[in-house]
């Protein structure tokens, strides 16, 4: 079964229509998901959600297990990935709860190793240029423009670290670049939804200014998630109109994205490592 993976935060559960809902637990050979997934059924379409901190929101951004998080939905049959995320504006015309459709990641974390499934005897490199589905990425614009929402088509997410926010000369040096949202979860998302032939894409709720723009207030956590109380209602509309919209196969060049990056001969594949990714290497056994 082809389902739609939706990470986010709980709100995304509330959404109206969403039925036959059931919390699922997954194994994963590389630890825990971030918590069960809850399956079920929205707009015509199997879905399953994921809480990407976890219910009641556990997990630190530099602790979310990626790896788990993208393999687990993979198990459940998802194709497509919509995440759902907080960021802050790193310029002016992004203000608080607009959306920005990002096409870029740049990478600030210290945790590439934990961005990959491969290793263990099988050599992969994905080509991760564009690494947002195009196909998804224009899907959630068009919904966005007919909701008539301030939406921003492309730019750059910078993944920071965390957990604390930036520092004023590391935000006034993301400004400065030219770079246009910042957070702190969704290269790993991407990379690893690459690499599991799962087309991502990232849905960027603004819900502050970083603390480069001088004649605001500081970010807080309070203003946080008082914006991110606005932008869920929004989130969870986007959601329902861009479920019907997704084709039903999965034949999108994402999809495709292993065809011709695993360079180890199929010989040498370790049986362990052939038995832990099976999920993403089925069609290629």
């Keep these: 079964m082809n389902i739609v ?15 036959h809902q059931k919390w699922v637990r997954v194994r994963t050979p590389f630890g825990e998901p971030s ?26 951004p530099g602790e979310l297990n990626h790896r788990a998080n993208i393999y687990a939905l993979k198990k459940l049959g998802a194709a497509w990935i919509v995440s759902v995320s907080a960021v802050g504006s790193l310029q002016a ?4 709860c607009d959306v920005v459709l990002p096409d870029q ?45 301030r939406v921003h088509d492309g730019g750059t997410y910078v993944n920071m670290e965390g957990p604390a926010f930036s520092t004023r000369a590391e935000s006034l040096a993301n400004h400065r670049d030219g770079y246009d949202v910042i957070g702190m ?7 690893c939804a690459r690499e599991a032939e799962i087309a991502y894409a990232t849905l960027a709720m603004v819900t502050d200014y970083d603390c480069w723009k001088r004649d605001g207030a500081h970010v807080t956590v309070d ?17 329902r109109r861009v479920l019907p919209l997704i ?22 594949w370790p049986a362990a490592t052939k038995t832990k990714l099976r999920p993403l290497l089925a069609k290629y056994l």
Aim: proline share 5%.
């Design 185 to 191: 979860t969704n290269l790993g998302e991407a990379r």
């Design 105 to 149: 990641f740049l990478d600030r974390t210290k945790q590439s190793a934990a961005h990959t499934f491969f290793g263990g005897g099988i050599v992969a490199h994905i080509a991760f240029a564009d690494p947002v589905c195009e196909e998804l990425r224009a899907l959630l614009r068009e919904v966005c423009r007919g909701l008539k929402l």
């Design 223 to 239: 203003m946080i998630i008082e914006n991110l109380h606005k932008n869920a209602a929004h989130a969870q509309e986007i959601v």
């Design 35 to 60: 918590d069960q997934l809850l399956t079920g059924e929205l707009a015509g379409r199997p879905v399953a959600f994921l809480p990407r901190h976890g219910r009641g929101h556990r997990i630190l």
């Design 5 to 19: 993976g939706i990470i986010g935060g709980s709100g995304l559960y509330a959404i109206e229509g969403f039925t």
């Design 93 to 96: 015309k992004y203000r608080p």
């Design 247 to 268: 084709p039903a196969e999965p034949d999108w060049p994402c999809h495709r994205a292993l065809a011709n990056a695993i360079l180890t001969d199929r010989k040498c």
